[in-house]
């Protein structure tokens, strides 16, 4: 066997197609650090604002013309630097933000690479004027694609001024790739609100084209800068958060679920100052409207997290938009519960103004087809007839029989039967005792409950309200390891694949604690030997296979409260009163009733909401009364 070929050194056999290895120029290295670190004039809106501000600025403001790819200049009045300072101020890897790498583990400041201005000037042309306090003439630096003048004296006010222009210039196919003036404006905008949020305590002031876009001033607080951004309607259905467990602190603004949204853009974090868009971050806020918001709608939120700078590390993203937290499980817990407490504590109730609104100008509004008055079935009918009753609980046990026709009897029977809500709720604020609930009621459509207010009119979907009513029913008697099962004469038998017996095996006692009874009954079937007897329609088919797929989904065990309220969302769904349901005056009255005794029954399980209240103003309005 031969022996492996050395090398050769030979020149010639260096010919075409065969290039040496050779060190790239330091403009060619800028640029390519550039293709992380400025995407679009947006990027370095951000690189030159968090150096205002790790710089102490108490006021910043940023000019931006043609959506800031023709010029971007960010003025402060923060320490200014030194011409020995400013002659390193376009080397790569040149920062006064690290000594050590040691200070790679407590990062306080915005930026700490040494990079951003490196790479702006490779693909721009920049100038930097500034000047110290207490000096008396400034410096400056110019930088035209990667070609550094040296440094000269100039009169410049205490602080410091870039501008960054011509962005791409001399890369023409990176500059084909930015988009519309008013896309990039955006983009911009939504840098510079968010850091205006961050960092309560410094002014903003933005132009654009001359024209002012915004102006934040220093002494604004959190809610007043919302205010000026977002708008008053915003700004005045939020609830403040502020929470610590001694090593995190939670501070910020929380808005009612009705005001959530189809996208994640008003979902603001800001990590020591620091905008994050991080996925553990939004499944915080996920959890925490869990069971207040309907799925696939986002939550607004406006949250500053501080943290002790060594528990966490922000140098794993180029554009450090991403973090790594040491402790997530702690911190996931703690921020959930917190957010959680606020949430309830927002009007979770949907006006019916905007509808109205939204109907006179489309000119659609037409005189409602009620049914003549006189008509109408007053006469309290049993909940569900006896029949039926028998037909849909059998071969459950059936329920202590009561007296029909009294008040208590149709409570309890709307409530599903021994033990009633009534009885398992304790009285959490809910509508008030002071509501009226007297009647009398309107059904319509078999669906929605409507009754008089003083101040105009409600209409209730009764489905929504009664899976709340079921929901916390269950969760109380969860919570207080009570919960009270109605076991079947005959055990109801569900077939299932090998696998989800197996999985459904290793969760028996997790799901017993929740009124689930299961045995297995051989390779491919489980016996459903009882259910929680709040449940007015028990499916034990439907029921077991919900806890196969949340079971199945990974994740948290199966005893975690995420998991726990899933399967009692889909337990009290299938168990409440059904859309076509036809409801006697007293059934109704019981109902209303019961929700009396819930704190959080303005939307059902799944974030859909419960009632719609219109106010005798909106109608005037929209009758051009007044």
Known sequence: MSSPKEPSSDPSDYQAGRPRIAELSEIVRNQIAA?????????????????????????????????????????????????????????????????SVDDLEHIASLGFRGEALASVGSVARCQILTRRPGEEEGHAIENEGGRISAVGTAGASVGTTVEVRDLFFNTPARRRFLKTTRTELGRCLDILQRLALAHVGVGFIVTHDRGRVFDIEAQMDLGQRVRRLFGRDLADALVPVDASDGTTRLKGLVAPPRLSRGDTSRQ???????????????????????????????????????????????????????????????????????????????????????????????????????????????????????????????????????????????????????????????DQGGWGETDDLRGPFLQVAKTYLIRSLPDGFEIVDQHALHERLTFEGLKKQVAESRIEVQRYLVPQLVELSRSEVTLLGEHLEALAAIGIELEVFGETTVAVQGLPALMRRPDSDEIVRDAVRLCSR???????????????????????????????????????QSATKVAHDQTCPHGRPTRVRFRLSDLEKAFHRK
């Open 268 to 426: 603001m974090w800001f990590l020591n100052g620091r905008s994050l868009r991080d996925k553990l971050l939004v499944s915080v806020l996920r959890q925490a409207h869990h069971g207040f918001q309907v799925e696939r709608r986002h939550p607004v939120a406006f949250l500053l997290l501080s943290v002790d700078p060594h528990s966490v590390d922000v140098n794993v993203h180029p554009m450090k938009s991403e973090v790594r937290f040491r402790e997530q499980r702690r911190l996931f817990g703690f921020l959930v519960g917190a957010l959680r407490e606020a949430v309830a504590r927002t009007d979770m109730a949907t006006p019916g103004e905007h509808m109205l609104q939204r109907v006179e100008r489309r000119g659609e509004w037409k005189p409602a087809q009620l049914p003549d008055p006189g008509k109408l079935e007053t006469t309290p009918r049993p909940f569900v007839s006896a029949e039926r009753g028998r037909e849909r609980m059998t071969p459950y046990e059936l329920p202590t029989p009561h007296t029909e026709g009294s008040p208590d009897a149709v409570s309890q029977e709307v409530a599903t039967g021994p033990p009633g809500l009534a009885e398992v709720l304790s």
């Open 35 to 99: 293709g992380e670190v400025v995407e679009r004039p947006a990027s370095i809106v951000k690189e030159l604002v968090e150096n205002a501000l790790d710089a102490g600025a108490q006021e910043i403001r940023v000019e931006l013309f043609e959506g800031g790819a023709r010029l971007v200049r960010v003025s402060d009045d923060g320490c200014g630097m030194g011409p020995e300072d400013l002659a390193l101020a376009f080397t790569s890897h040149a920062t006064s933000k690290l000594q």
């Open 554 to 592: 990974g994740g948290p065990p199966p005893d975690a409260g995420d998991f726990l309220d899933d399967l009692l969302h889909n337990m009290a769904c299938r168990s409440s009163i059904m859309a076509g349901d036809e409801l006697g005056q007293e059934e109704i009255h019981a109902l209303l």
